[in-house]
């Protein structure tokens, strides 16, 4: 699962945001299955032109489905 944005975070900072979101929901989660959860994030920060998403590398493009993107108003 990819995070972009322009937010400067590194990948841990983003994966711990992620696993901090899980706890709220769900204190009880089950740490083994939560980890493996986790380490499947990634995130690049970048701007939102051509610039910015050509910064993307192949690991980054290789997704099939896109959840959810929200672009800031211009």
Request: net charge positive; charged share 20%; glycine share 4%.
């Amino acid at each position: 699962y990819l995070g972009y944005a322009r937010t400067p975070l590194t990948e841990a900072a983003y994966r711990d945001l992620v696993r901090e979101s899980v706890l709220k929901k769900n204190p009880h989660a089950n740490p083994d299955q939560l980890r493996l959860f986790v380490d499947r994030f990634t995130y690049h920060t970048g701007s939102y032109d051509a610039t910015g998403l050509a910064q993307l590398t192949p690991r980054h493009t290789e997704v099939f489905r896109y959840y959810y993107l929200a672009l800031p108003s211009s």
